[in-house]
């Protein structure tokens, strides 16, 4: 009797998995051992496809807060962003993102992309006036940055940054050179490490800035930088920039650590659950195999 409970919620082949609790469990069965091997198997399938189940659905939470894909788009984030705009943001751009005089510009139509970049360079919230606001270690998480790029999107709307891969493969890299000589080496330099323009502004160094940051940037044109819409630069000639820039990066200072290098992560979880995934299977069969 009390075997055929466990059975039914699938709790006995994963304790006998581990060859540990055999035994003494096990002695009611005997009697009806084949009926019991049947449903052995089926709810170790059970065990399995919920187990799996339960780690995909791990896996793309983390993946979520990781920003490794697009978060910030859901009812939940759009509210978390309207509180964290209300605390940190309201007093310079307004209830409304109209604006404030003396304090900060409208944002209105900035776009995702413009708050992505200023939040997640920790330019924002500024913590002062004037118009140069330097890269500083950002206030918030990627994910609460995406909320408030979220909230601003949902009311005023403008330039987003593209779900999916934001650079292009090494084929694109000699592309991405040229374009950048053409269109970015006068302010950055041709070794990114930025430069000083009329009036005191400043082109900063491109060595700290991430995929994500390079696209939105170029999207969003902060400060003097000029905007690079979709129609000056396709989507595909940003990432062959990107990869210019991040290429070349990596190989000035093998030693760097990246902060961005969120690929290769998620690409070892995906093969961390499918590895243990096939493990599972394993295991569950050789346990089954052995009654
Ligand atoms: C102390 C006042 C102040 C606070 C607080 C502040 N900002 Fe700003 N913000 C400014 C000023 C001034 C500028 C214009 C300076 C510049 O362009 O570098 C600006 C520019 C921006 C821009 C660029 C607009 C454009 O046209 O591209 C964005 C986006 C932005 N802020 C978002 C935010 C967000 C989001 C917060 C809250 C996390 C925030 N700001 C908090 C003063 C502030
Ligand atoms: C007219 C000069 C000018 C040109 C041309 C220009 N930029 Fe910029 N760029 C700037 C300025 C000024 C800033 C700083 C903005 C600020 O602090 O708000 C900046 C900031 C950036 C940043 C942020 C760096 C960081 O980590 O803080 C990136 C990335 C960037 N630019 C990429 C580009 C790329 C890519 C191009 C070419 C497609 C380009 N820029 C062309 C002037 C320029």
């Keep these: 009797?009390?075997?055929?409970?466990?059975?039914?919620?699938?709790?006995?082949?994963?304790?006998?998995?581990?060859?540990?609790?055999?035994?003494?469990?096990?002695?009611?069965?005997?009697?009806?051992k084949r009926r019991g091997g049947l449903r052995r198997r089926i709810s170790a399938v059970i065990?399995?496809?919920?187990?799996?189940?339960?780690?995909?659905?791990?896996?793309?939470?983390?993946?979520?807060s990781s920003g490794a894909s697009d978060t910030g788009t859901s009812k939940d984030d759009i509210e978390a962003g309207r509180q964290l705009?209300?605390?940190s943001c309201i007093t310079c751009h307004g209830a409304n993102l109209q604006g404030i005089k003396g304090q900060g510009p409208s944002l209105v139509g900035v776009g995702s992309a413009a708050v992505y970049f200023q939040v997640s360079t920790g330019r924002m919230p500024a913590t002062g006036q004037g118009a140069y606001q330097a890269r500083?270690?950002?206030?918030?998480?990627?994910?609460?940055?995406?909320?408030?790029?979220?909230?601003?999107?949902?009311?005023?709307?403008?330039?987003?940054?593209?779900?999916?891969?934001?650079?292009?493969?090494?084929?694109?890299?000699?592309?991405?050179?040229?374009?950048?000589?053409?269109?970015?080496?006068?302010?950055?330099?041709?070794?990114?490490?930025?430069?000083?323009?009329?009036?005191?502004?400043?082109?900063?160094?491109l060595n700290e800035a991430t995929d994500k940051q390079i696209i939105a940037a170029m999207l969003s044109g902060p400060e003097s930088m000029p905007v690079f819409s979709d129609n000056q630069l396709t989507p595909?000639?940003?990432?062959?920039?990107?990869?210019?820039?991040?290429?070349?990066?990596?190989?000035?200072?093998?030693?760097?650590?990246?902060?961005d290098r969120i690929g290769p992560v998620s690409e070892a979880i995906?093969?961390?659950?499918?590895?243990?995934g096939a493990l599972m299977i394993a295991i569950l069969w050789i346990g089954a195999k052995t009654r």
């Design 47 to 64: 065990v399995l496809l919920s187990a799996l189940g339960i780690m995909g659905a791990s896996y793309a939470a983390f993946a979520g």
């Design 1 to 32: 009797m009390s075997d055929d409970i466990e059975s039914e919620f699938g709790f006995e082949p994963a304790v006998s998995a581990t060859g540990a609790a055999d035994g003494a469990a096990q002695k009611p069965a005997r009697t009806s």
């Design 236 to 259: 595909a000639q940003k990432r062959a920039i990107v990869a210019y820039i991040q290429t070349i990066k990596a190989s000035k200072d093998p030693g760097g650590a990246g902060i």
């Design 136 to 205: 500083k270690v950002a206030k918030f998480d990627e994910q609460e940055t995406e909320q408030i790029a979220a909230y601003v999107q949902s009311i005023g709307g403008g330039p987003t940054i593209p779900v999916g891969s934001l650079r292009g493969d090494s084929a694109t890299i000699s592309l991405g050179g040229q374009l950048f000589r053409i269109n970015c080496a006068s302010c950055h330099g041709t070794t990114f490490k930025g430069a000083p323009l009329s009036a005191g502004k400043i082109a900063p160094s």
């Design 270 to 276: 995906v093969i961390w659950v499918g590895g243990v």
């Design 85 to 87: 705009y209300s605390v």
